[in-house]
């Protein structure tokens, strides 16, 4: 079986010949394999992030590799926001761009696909898709809606009108899941496979269960639907810990929920199991970044242990991970996966 393949069947909750195995997102790390950070990466061409991303994979050999991950808040600049790049990891939205709520009615979302950087990123995710779409799964990702509309109206204004204001927010998450559909649809148009949907802040360190009922889920919901109509795989990805929503997860049609360190395997097996897949949760400081590769070996085993081998799990970090990981901790943690028996 291919690559693709595995993950297919994982996605059907059906039996594989091996155990799963990918990073989530890891856009700077890949790309800093060959001395790129994020900003450097978009001055090159895009056929020389494709060929870091491919060359990558091939000395690590995880399932999924994604082009485009790393770059979530280009969306914000894509509609006239201010980003500021790192010399190492992700760039950070500088102000809020919507001063009020009503603001969201006069930007439109669509102008995000004109953005020169976003398209340099398209067009190498259509080269890795050409290349090994056939049988690795090619993905990239974008905040989620409630991520996003936090990123564009400022996290602390949006939590506040929570209590406050609902309509407010409820108009910010409309105008946060077209800007979130609008820059994912290239990608699906250059042949991606997969899309994660990071949605860290809904996660339960910020919000309730009830709030993320009814803030953050359905959003979530209306964009993996726009995804899975076309025909593209769907992740999504929540920091901290998720365990009082997991129950609610499947609702949003995710074929994969991707669980952080904080939430519990054999929980997730439990709560998720015959519903959808699941994937984690080694931590990307702490194990995949600072330990040996015979500890993360371990950590690797344990985490196997604790999901249970009967279909429907992908070993992973349990968020992205930093720049500075070892090479050599990642493909432990493949190779750990690789030679796990599932007998």
């Known amino acids: 079986m291919t690559s693709k393949e595995i993950i297919e069947n994982a996605i059907r909750l059906q039996p594989t010949p091996r155990l799963p195995v990918s990073l989530l997102s890891a856009g700077a790390w890949t790309l800093n394999q060959s001395g790129l950070t994020l900003e450097q990466a978009l001055a090159v061409r895009p056929e020389r992030i494709a060929e870091t991303i491919v060359a990558t994979n091939e000395r690590v050999g995880c399932d999924i590799v994604w082009p485009g991950s790393g770059y979530h808040n280009l969306a914000i600049r894509g509609i006239g926001g201010r980003i500021k790049f790192r010399a190492k990891g992700t760039p950070d939205v500088q102000e809020s761009l919507l001063s009020d709520a009503a603001d969201a009615a006069r930007i439109p979302t669509r102008r995000v696909q004109e953005d020169a950087g976003i398209g340099v990123l398209v067009e190498a995710a259509r080269i890795v898709s050409r290349e090994i779409g056939g049988h690795t799964v090619v993905g990239t990702s974008q905040w989620a809606p409630f991520t996003l509309g936090g990123l564009a109206y400022g996290?602390?204004?949006?939590?506040?009108?929570?209590?406050?204001?609902?309509?407010?927010?409820?108009?910010?998450?409309?105008?946060?899941?077209?800007?979130?559909?609008?820059?994912?649809?290239?990608?699906?148009?250059?042949?991606?496979?997969?899309?994660?949907?990071?949605?860290?802040?809904?996660?339960?360190?910020?919000?309730?269960?009830?709030?993320?009922?009814?803030?953050?889920?359905?959003?979530?919901?209306?964009?993996?639907?726009?995804?899975?109509?076309?025909?593209?795989?769907?992740?999504?990805?929540?920091?901290?810990?998720?365990?009082?929503?997991?129950?609610?997860?499947?609702?949003?049609?995710?074929?994969?929920?991707?669980?952080?360190?904080?939430?519990?395997?054999?929980?997730?097996?439990?709560?998720?199991?015959?519903?959808?897949?699941?994937?984690?949760?080694?931590?990307?400081?702490?194990?995949?970044?600072?330990?040996?590769?015979?500890?993360?070996?371990?950590?690797?085993?344990?985490?196997?242990?604790?999901?249970?081998?009967?279909?429907?799990?992908?070993?992973?970090?349990?968020?992205?991970?930093?720049?500075?990981?070892?090479?050599?901790?990642?493909?432990?943690?493949?190779?750990?996966?690789?030679?796990?028996?599932?007998?």
């Open 155 to 343: 996290v602390e204004k949006l939590m506040r009108n929570i209590h406050k204001d609902k309509a407010a927010v409820h108009a910010v998450m409309e105008f946060a899941t077209e800007l979130c559909f609008d820059y994912l649809e290239p990608f699906i148009d250059a042949g991606v496979a997969m899309i994660s949907l990071a949605d860290p802040t809904a996660s339960g360190d910020l919000i309730s269960r009830d709030q993320f009922v009814e803030f953050a889920l359905p959003y979530l919901k209306r964009v993996a639907e726009r995804i899975r109509a076309r025909g593209v795989w769907v992740t999504v990805h929540i920091c901290g810990n998720t365990t009082n929503r997991l129950d609610r997860i499947p609702e949003a049609g995710a074929q994969i929920m991707s669980v952080d360190y904080k939430v519990d395997l054999a929980n997730a097996r439990r709560t998720l199991g015959g519903r959808i897949a699941f994937a984690g949760n080694l931590n990307p400081v702490t194990i995949m970044q600072k330990e040996t590769t015979a500890g993360v070996a371990a950590a690797s085993r344990e985490a196997i242990g604790k999901a249970g081998i009967g279909g429907g799990y992908v070993l992973m970090p349990g968020c992205d991970i930093p720049p500075s990981v070892p090479i050599e901790n990642v493909k432990t943690m493949v190779e750990t996966a690789r030679s796990y028996s599932l007998q």
